[in-house]
């Protein structure tokens, strides 16, 4: 049973947040929200450590639809990065805010890019998309993230400055709007350099946030260096390009891991 304790761990993390929300701020949505959230998630690692093929895209549905269609959609919350500015600048704790807390700000502490690999909406779409292990060396143009960043948080400054009205309505639009720019140029970055995770790699200003507290995640991939055959299988099916062999903090892009486990499944000894 020694096995299944990570799923547990994590079905306990997300409900001890769940019941917590629900306490302080007198919110049965919160309880049901993180809830249901937890239970994707551990569905999914259980589904894994069962060797179920399609274990992590059971998740990223069950997870991405929710926040898309449900959240997004029915209940028109922004939960992209405009929805966090504009919550954080009107100094509310909810919604957006709450959500980047958990998954993007200090649950990375925990699971690292974890969101990335089971609950990102954009990423749902791209990984169903035909280069799931890059076909070309990784580009030095992670650059433009900070750009993306950047004019995502000089937008909502300049609405505030001007006195927007209806900002909810502007948010609402800003969610449809961004969604589609996210997958247009997503799917077009996939098939131009032959990777589903370019979008990722290259332009997703979230990564601002995840990948400086995944550098401290307790949840790593690690390598037993006894096993380990120096095949680099591992690196070739990696969509983020991570050198798991390395058990440093410091290995080759270790802050992109998004543990989807495919070094793990694909080890033909083993030894992750």
């Known amino acids: ?101 958990v998954a993007k700000i200090f649950g990375p502490l925990l699971f690292g890019r974890g969101w990335c690999g089971y609950a990102c909406w954009t990423a749902m779409v791209l990984d169903f998309l035909p280069y799931k292990v890059p076909e070309q060396p990784r580009r030095k143009i992670g650059w433009i993230r900070y750009i993306t960043f950047v004019a995502s948080l000089v937008f909502m400054a300049a609405l505030f400055l001007a006195h927007a009205g209806n900002m909810e309505r502007i948010m609402f639009w800003a969610f449809l709007i961004g969604n589609l720019a996210y997958y247009a140029i997503g799917i077009g970055l996939a098939f131009l350099y032959r990777d589903n995770r370019a ?44 050198d798991v062999t390395d058990p440093s903090r410091n290995r080759e892009n270790g802050t992109e891991c998004i543990l989807c486990m495919e070094c793990v499944r694909n080890c033909p000894k083993n030894a992750l």
Not at 19 to 24: E, F, G, N, R, V
Not at 52 to 62: G, I, K, M, S
Request: charged share 15%; glycine share 6%.
């Open 199 to 242: 979008f990722c790699k290259y332009i997703c200003p979230i990564t601002i946030f995840l990948k400086p507290m995944s550098y401290f995640s307790l949840i790593r991939i690690k390598s037993d260096k006894g096993k380990c055959i120096s095949c680099g299988k591992c690196k070739r099916v990696c969509p983020m390009d991570v």
């Open 1 to 101: 049973m020694k096995k299944y304790l990570l799923p547990a761990m994590m079905l306990v993390i997300f409900e001890t947040v769940a019941i917590t929300l629900w306490l302080t701020t007198d919110n049965l949505f919160y309880l049901f929200n993180f809830s249901y959230i937890g239970m994707a998630i551990a569905l999914g690692i259980f589904l894994f450590l069962r060797k179920y093929q399609h274990a992590r895209r059971v998740t990223q549905l069950l997870v991405g639809l929710y926040m898309l269609v449900y959240l997004g959609l029915a209940c028109r919350e922004n939960m992209q990065i405009e929805g966090f500015w504009y919550y954080l600048f009107t100094g509310v704790f909810e919604a957006a805010t709450i959500h980047y807390a």
